[in-house]
């Protein structure tokens, strides 16, 4: 079941779902979603020289991005054919018993603004702020200001709690993450080389 406007504000209203800060629930909370806004942090992805970016190899990974702040009240212009990640400014923590969905804003994708390239689901357990996957499908330059409302989050209440939710417990890497957050692959169990971030996931390269 998702949830509508009532319950989403009376989940919000109980504690276990957080969404902070909500600082206009009359224009945030839709009638079955709640809009998140663009934050200040972007990871812009470098032209190489590397022959290729292997996603296992977080030094690669973290050679590649470059971070850039924009105030409120200044422009990130994503160009035609641009892939960046970005943030919600909130940060949401979702209980065990749903799942939400990032989707883009119909305005926006009229734009040729897309906000998640693939993926866009957030675990039961999930706590953070949420990396946006901005590509300008479009062939004019985009104005994206951030404060402004980019993506929505629809939350489905499972039949049952997850048993293992998203957490430490099970090494989930991007708990708790602050800004945009670029693959951590290569921390999956299957590529353990020793090479993956060994930094917790704060975005800091072990060097
Ligand atoms: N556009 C998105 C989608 C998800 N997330 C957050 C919430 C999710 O709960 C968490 C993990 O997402 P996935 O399960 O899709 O990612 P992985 O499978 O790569 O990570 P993990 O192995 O940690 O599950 O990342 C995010 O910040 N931005």
Redesign the pocket.
């Given at each position: 079941m998702i949830l509508s406007d009532t319950d989403i504000l009376a989940r919000l209203e109980e504690g276990d779902l957080a969404i902070d800060p909500l600082d206009d629930v009359d224009t945030q909370v839709q009638p079955a979603s709640v809009d998140l806004r663009l934050g200040s942090e972007f990871l812009e992805f470098r032209r190489t020289n590397i022959p290729c970016i292997h996603p296992t190899d977080a030094r690669e990974v973290d050679e590649y991005v470059e971070e850039t702040h924009v105030p409120e009240g200044d422009d990130f212009i994503l160009h035609p054919g641009d892939f960046v990640l970005g943030t919600t400014k909130e940060t949401v923590a979702i209980p065990d018993d749903i799942v939400a969905h990032?989707e883009g804003r119909s305005s926006l994708g009229r734009l040729a603004i897309v906000v998640?390239a693939t993926?866009?689901?957030?675990?039961p357990g999930?706590r953070?702020?949420?990396?946006?996957?901005l590509s300008n499908l479009g062939n004019a330059p985009v104005a994206l200001s951030p404060g402004m409302r980019i993506s929505q989050l629809t939350f489905t209440e499972l039949k049952t709690p997850a048993d293992r939710p998203?957490g430490e417990e099970r090494g989930?890497?991007?708990q708790d993450?602050s800004g945009p957050q670029a693959s951590r692959?290569g921390n999956?169990p299957e590529f353990a080389t020793g090479d993956a971030d060994e930094s917790g996931g704060d975005g800091e390269p072990d060097r």
């Open positions: 990032v998640h993926a866009g689901l957030c675990d999930y953070g702020q949420i990396t946006l996957e998203y989930s890497k991007y993450q692959i999956d």
